[in-house]
């Protein structure tokens, strides 16, 4: 069974589209990375799929829940690292994910968050107010209220954003376990290598529509992943794309300040 379907997903804000008829099929067990430029319709895309915006046309299937029909079920089902998002100022990371275990009402809670606390390295920054918490420990925390009910099915924009190089190196272990376990992953990333290193399969989005999918251990020496999705993206000719194709020896796409959020 794919883990999420769609058909024509359209998203229109008055005169602006900002998805455009995107039909994807993303199987259980995927570690799915969808790239594209600035402004091409990754978040709506997210957002949609994971109950909180409804498209103007089309249909999605998430975990075989509709998330226009049943936002409630798949936002449920579903684990959610949206891009720059922070635990709430004034809570520490232990009242965060007590309050996240009674949202999500899994059992085990006080266990699992010492868990994910030690995993992750906050073990010993679980009773500071998250307002003290540096940019790093913060996401840090965020991918552990992802993950902390074990969900089927994830979506995280830019898991790595913060992170020093080890812990990165982790949290790419830990993706990848985690759909080698049969659970899917729906990753959104500016940054190439990251998608490169980590996907089964990637995505390209352009000008709010979809144009390519790929596996990236197809590409051949020549032909890597920025070139590929380079010539994809300059296809549209757009402004737009132009902009978000820059090589600037780190690979990131079009968002040049991502990592210093
Ligand atoms: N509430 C809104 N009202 C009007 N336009 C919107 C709204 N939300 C998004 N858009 C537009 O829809 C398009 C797609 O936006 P979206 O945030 O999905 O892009 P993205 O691919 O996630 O971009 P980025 O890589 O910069 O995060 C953009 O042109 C954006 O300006």
């Given at each position: 069974?794919a883990?999420?379907?769609?058909?024509?997903?359209?998203?229109?804000?008055?005169?602006?589209?900002?998805?455009?008829?995107?039909?994807?099929?993303?199987?259980?067990?995927?570690?799915f990375?969808?790239?594209?430029?600035?402004?091409?319709?990754?978040?709506?895309?997210?957002?949609?799929?994971?109950?909180?915006?409804?498209?103007?046309?089309?249909?999605?299937?998430?975990?075989?829940?509709?998330?226009?029909?049943?936002?409630?079920?798949?936002?449920?089902?579903?684990?959610?690292?949206?891009?720059?998002?922070?635990?709430?100022?004034?809570?520490?990371?232990?009242?965060?994910?007590?309050?996240?275990?009674?949202?999500?009402?899994?059992?085990?809670?006080?266990?699992?968050?010492?868990e994910?606390?030690?995993?992750?390295g906050?073990?010993?920054?679980?009773?500071?107010?998250?307002?003290?918490?540096?940019?790093?420990?913060?996401?840090?925390?965020?991918?552990?209220?992802?993950?902390?009910?074990?969900?089927?099915?994830?979506?995280?924009?830019?898991?790595?954003?913060?992170?020093?190089?080890?812990?990165q190196a982790?949290?790419?272990?830990?993706?990848?376990?985690?759909?080698?376990?049969?659970?899917?992953l729906?990753?959104?990333?500016?940054?190439?290598?990251?998608?490169?290193?980590?996907?089964?399969?990637?995505?390209?989005?352009?000008?709010s529509?979809?144009?390519?999918?790929?596996?990236?251990?197809?590409?051949?020496?020549?032909e890597?992943?920025?070139?590929?999705?380079?010539?994809?993206?300059?296809?549209?000719?757009?402004?737009?794309?132009?902009?978000?194709?820059?090589?600037?020896?780190?690979?990131?796409?079009?968002?040049?300040?991502?990592?210093?959020?």
């Open positions: 069974m883990a999420i379907e769609t058909h024509d997903l359209t998203k229109r804000y008055g005169d602006v589209t900002a998805l455009d008829g995107l039909s994807l099929s993303v199987p259980e067990g995927e570690l990375g969808l790239l594209g430029p600035n402004g091409s319709g990754k978040t709506t895309t997210i957002e949609i799929l994971t109950g909180q915006l409804d498209p103007t046309e089309g249909t999605a299937s998430v975990l075989g829940h509709d998330p226009v029909a049943d936002p409630q079920a798949v936002r449920e089902a579903v684990g959610i690292l949206p891009e720059r998002e922070d635990p709430p100022s004034f809570l520490t990371p232990r009242e965060y994910l007590q309050f996240v275990g009674d949202v999500r009402g899994f059992d085990a809670v006080d266990d699992r968050i010492a994910w606390a030690d995993r992750l906050f073990d010993h920054k679980l009773d500071t107010l998250s307002t003290d918490l540096s940019e790093g420990e913060r996401q840090r925390v965020m991918l552990a209220q992802t993950f902390i009910h074990e969900p089927d099915l994830v979506f995280i924009d830019e898991p790595l954003v913060n992170l020093d190089p080890i812990m982790e949290v790419k272990d830990h993706m990848r376990e985690y759909c080698e376990r049969g659970n899917t729906f990753l959104s990333t500016h940054f190439l290598e990251v998608a490169e290193e980590l996907c089964t399969s990637v995505g390209i989005i352009r000008d529509a979809f144009v390519a999918e790929r596996d990236p251990s197809d590409l051949d020496g020549d890597q992943l920025l070139d590929y999705f380079r010539q994809e993206v300059e296809e549209s000719g757009s402004a737009d794309a132009e902009t978000a194709v820059t090589d600037g020896g780190d690979r990131s796409l079009g968002a040049a300040g991502d990592t210093d959020r």
